[in-house]
């Protein structure tokens, strides 16, 4: 997995209501990241809908939301064997 930010606009994904996050969120921003699964050039939302509508909703008067904090949940580019330290089988 991978924590980084994103274009709003890259993120798929179906609007619902935000509640209690807009409000939240503009003066906040995101505290927590969407979690996503990049689909080619293009992510699509696995979890976090109400505060991707917040940011949407929001980001006229809000540029910086226009980029949102994700955890790509679907790569593992930065894990590998090194990750696990020495990987010298010692049996």
């Not at 790509?72 to 696990?84: T, V």
Request: glycine share 8%; charged share 25%; with cysteine.
């Amino acid at each position: 997995m991978i924590n980084t930010i994103v274009p709003l606009d890259e993120i798929d994904f179906e609007p619902c209501e935000p509640g209690s996050l807009l409000e939240s969120i503009a003066q906040r921003g995101i505290a927590i990241p969407v979690h996503v699964n990049r689909t080619g050039s293009r992510y699509a939302c696995v979890d976090g809908r109400k505060r991707l509508t917040a940011c949407l909703r929001l980001m006229e008067r809000e540029p910086r939301l226009k980029r949102v904090p994700v955890m790509i949940r679907n790569d593992f580019s930065k894990s590998g064997s090194g990750f696990w330290g020495n990987t010298q089988n010692r049996h």
